[in-house]
């Protein structure tokens, strides 16, 4: 693969400006990652040496389509890999008091959790550090433009990051060293992936955990996340307390609310034991499911999820209903399918 700009590192820059001042490579990397500048809007280095950067070293996404939803507090971008066809999809969530990206790790994932219309899509490759870091440039170069900063990331786009952990190790490390966003406003999210939740725990930085739930029995867990074959609940939860116990950081449960399949009370009671269990307890995250072609169940409705969310406070469940944002262009979460067709496959009930 061709080196793309976001993926070089210093010592890439210095070779391809070699014979220029060391300082030069300084004056390039802060308008990369400090003032979010396209190469060409770089004017402490010549014309001549921007043509030649931009030559050696081309961005990774081309911008295919801009959809805007909430009143232009949400907008989905739909990026093209340029070495190929492959789409991703990132989300910009401006908010009053903090701007959030949620980005992908993945072009599709492999993890084919049925409600969600990326599984359902199916899995193309790995992302490499460059394309999720310039996935983050390229939504700060946008909120730049209503004078709001990135100030939250959160790795729960397209794909499985902890499938592509190195490479989202490295773009952690970049966004937090060189862009310079604190380690608390960084969250991965996984479905389960036992060996990732580990590594990351021997990493330096204390990143926020997410881990995808829905389930909190192994039977209906298999279905919803067909991972959970290979990496059960009992195991997945011993990974959580160790995790907890080195970064002593609260893990987040993500609930998609799934009408008549994980929103009863047995549900809410299985799920409270699960955070509970936990020290500190786990937050729970509720998400309405969102609507997707491939998984034709509906969401819990209002009255339902007030229900679900009241049954786990009361046993002393810290949780949150989470606001859909972006429902209308497909940017909500379990939508981003980057306009790929999902397949329709035949599902036991559940």
Known sequence: MTATLYDATRATLAEVMAGEPAYRVEQVWSGLYKQ???????????????????????TSLALVRESVSDKGDTVKFLWRLVDGNHPIETVLMH?????????????????????????QAGFNR??????????VVRAARHAKQRQQ????????GMGEPLANEPAVWAAIERLHDDIGISARHLTVSTVG????IR????????????????????????DLVPINKRYPIKDLMDAC????????????????????????ARDANELAKLALSLKPTAHVNIIPLNPTPGFPTRGTDAAGVRRFADRLRDRGVNATVRRN????????????AAGQPVVLTARRNV
């Open 325 to 336: 944002r972006g429902t209308d262009i497909d940017a909500a979460c379990g939508q981003l």
């Open 95 to 119: 908010y009053a008091d903090r701007v959030t990206v949620c980005v992908s790790t993945q072009a599709g994932c492999a993890m084919a959790c049925g409600f969600c219309a990326t599984g």
């Open 193 to 196: 992936i036992i060996p990732g």
């Open 199 to 222: 590594t990351l725990a021997t990493r330096p930085l204390p990143v926020n955990l997410a881990v995808s739930m829905h389930a909190a029995r192994d039977d209906l867990r298999d």
């Open 241 to 264: 307390r160790d995790y907890l116990r080195v970064k002593n950081r609260r893990i987040s449960f993500e609930w998609a609310l799934i009408a008549g399949v994980n929103d009863t």
């Open 126 to 135: 790995q992302l490499t550090t460059g394309e999720i870091v310039e996935q």
């Open 36 to 58: 979010f500048q396209e190469v060409g809007q770089i004017t402490t280095i010549s014309a001549a040496l921007r043509e030649k950067l931009a030559t050696a070293l081309p």
């Open 149 to 156: 900063r990135v100030a939250n990331i959160v790795f729960m």
